[in-house]
């Protein structure tokens, strides 16, 4: 029931006014920030599916319709005319950036490419066969021991350094991507080079050797500079909603951030770009052409990795773009053919013309075409989901920051609803 301003809960003989808080967008919710107060109810939402956690002005997503938008820029405009530094500036501080500012930003983002030589023995004490997700939230918290003076827990110093330890992030967490890489290659260190760009230097730091420079003659850097921009932000996700609950608590952004990483590690968000090539890899094995798998994800044998989304009940824009920059890489590395391409055409093409699908709103997301890139460009399997947290970063620290700076936050605490045993006294051993 609502009326102009409120909505009424009626509980038995009782009511409670609800207001309603409406976004830019006009979406509409229910304010219960009152209602156990009131009422001594707690709203239930387990997966928080119907729950908003916060207000943002970041990204909007309007799931239906297949929208996102980065401060209210379409993705789709950005993916064409901006790169992943721009966008990263323009999610950080939520206007595009002059072109004075953008160099600044470059610049400080360019200085900020090596890492400490001390963090470089930590490489020593990881086993080669370590996940590169584990390693990296374990940097990242590092970084905070050697930048103590940007970590220190309090909101406002960690807010007054805000900029440096953002340019910071945005530019170590990839040399520590590549520099895990090298550790797992036994390979020495390669060190940044500053007549470089951001991805240019990745692939340089990536596969560049003492003997031998990387050539980047496919121009994959664009590629990735692309990926990177696509993953930018993407509001309330796992991985971003858990920055936001430990930076609630006050905590620095180098442990929200390394939080994140774990977050999103998960098969079922971040670690999906990996599960679609080991899928797509498994169905050219079998010399299926993804017809019998497409029946094994229908009786629940399977899933489709790569399809499906929380929000997304239309196309994920960003699958879209991706699914043409896929075809595009693999042309450029004369690898138009690709078999895992034309098996992810050909599952793309019978889930959305099969029942199945169409009456879940199941659709290609992010992750479905991202792995034909990675692998174009070089970047073995098991690094596909942290090169997904290289371009969240931007997004999990400017959620930290849009936190950290609203002065009514509090930490955030959820409800539950107890379903265990009634209270119940102590047993001496000999009696149970
Ligand atoms: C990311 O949140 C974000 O914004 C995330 C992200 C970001 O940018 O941060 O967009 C990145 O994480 C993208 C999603 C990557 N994950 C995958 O591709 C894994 C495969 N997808 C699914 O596991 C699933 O679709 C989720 C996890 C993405 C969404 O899960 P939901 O919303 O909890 O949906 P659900 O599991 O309740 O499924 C609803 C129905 C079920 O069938 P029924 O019980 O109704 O019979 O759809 C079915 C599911 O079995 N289903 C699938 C399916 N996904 C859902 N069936 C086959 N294959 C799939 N992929």
Known sequence: MTDTQNAILRVGENEYP???????????????RKLRAESGLISFDDGFGNTGSCESAITYIDGDAGILRYRGYPIEQLAEKSSFLESSYL?????????????????????????????????DGFPSHSNPMAVLSAMLNSLGC??????????????????????????????????TYRMKMGKPFTFPRRDLNYCQNFLHMM?????????????????????????????????????????????????????????????????????????????HDSGDDGSRFIEDAKN???????????????????????????????????????????????????????????????????DF???????????????????????????WMAHWKENASDPKARIHRPRQIYQGANQRDYLPIDQR
């Open 146 to 179: 050697y930048y103590p003076e940007m970590a220190s827990n309090r909101r406002e110093e960690d807010l007054e350094r805000f900029d440096e330890a953002a340019a910071m992030l945005l530019s170590k967490v990839r040399t520590i991507a590549a520099m």
């Open 369 to 395: 075409y991202s792995g034909l890139i990675l692998t174009a460009a070089g970047i073995p399997v098991e690094f596909f989901t942290t090169m997904f947290a290289i371009g969240r970063m931007p997004g």
């Open 18 to 32: 609800c207001p309603l808080l409406t976004g830019t967008e006009n979406e509409t919710a229910f304010d219960i």
């Open 300 to 366: 629940g044998k399977a899933r489709l990795m790569g399809f499906g989304h929380r929000v997304y009940k239309n196309y994920d824009p960003r699958a879209r773009i991706l699914g043409k920059a896929a075809e595009r890489v693999l042309a450029a590395i004369g690898d138009a053919n690709d078999p895992l391409l034309a098996i992810a055409r050909n599952l793309e093409k019978s889930a959305l013309e099969d029942e199945y699908f169409i009456e879940r709103k199941l659709y290609p997301n992010v």
């Open 91 to 123: 999610v950080l501080y939520g206007e595009l950036p002059t072109a004075d500012q953008l160099e600044r930003f470059r610049r400080r983002v360019q200085e900020n490419a090596a890492i400490h030589t001390a963090m470089e023995h930590h490489f």
């Open 207 to 283: 596969f560049s050797d003492p003997y031998h420079e990387y050539e980047d003659t496919a121009g994959l850097a664009e590629a990735l500079d692309l990926f990177f921009l696509l993953h930018a932000d993407h509001e309330q996700n796992c991985s971003t909603t858990t920055v936001r609950m430990v930076g609630s608590g006050h905590a620095n952004l180098f442990a929200s951030v390394s939080a994140g990483v774990c977050a999103l590690w998960g098969p079922l968000h971040g670690g999906a770009n990996q599960a679609v090539i080991e899928m797509l890899e498994e169905i």
